[in-house]
């Protein structure tokens, strides 16, 4: 591990932070891409990095409106059901689920 700050340039241009042991080093890992003149490994690509938080962004925009269907369907069945006693819950029909829809 070497302390200077002059990147080598056969290795993998990311200067890394450690937190463990409070210094910082160049990444060790293997060349595989050269961006921009300088040469990163396949974590460090900034190509790489821009896919993963692209797909990271588009992984948590889904669960969000995942979610958000889910919450509203509960609104829409408490809503449908609320002040019904167990007897009118077993009889709750597809036209009343409808109805309450339409009224959300
Ligand atoms: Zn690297």
Not at 23 to 39: K, L, P
Not at 56 to 81: H, M, S
């Amino acid at each position: 591990m070497q302390r200077s700050k002059t990147l080598n340039p056969d290795q993998c241009q990311k200067w890394i932070f450690s937190f463990s042991d409070f210094i910082s080093h160049q990444c060790t890992r293997r060349v595989v891409v050269n961006y921009d003149g300088f040469n990163y490994c396949k974590i460090h690509d900034p190509e790489y990095i821009k896919a993963k938080g692209k797909a990271r962004q588009e992984k948590w925009d889904r669960e969000w409106a995942e979610r958000r269907k889910r919450g509203n369907l509960e609104v829409v069945r408490r809503k449908a059901t609320a002040g019904l006693t167990l007897d009118e819950l077993n009889a709750v029909t597809p036209d009343l689920i409808r109805k309450a829809l339409k009224e959300a």
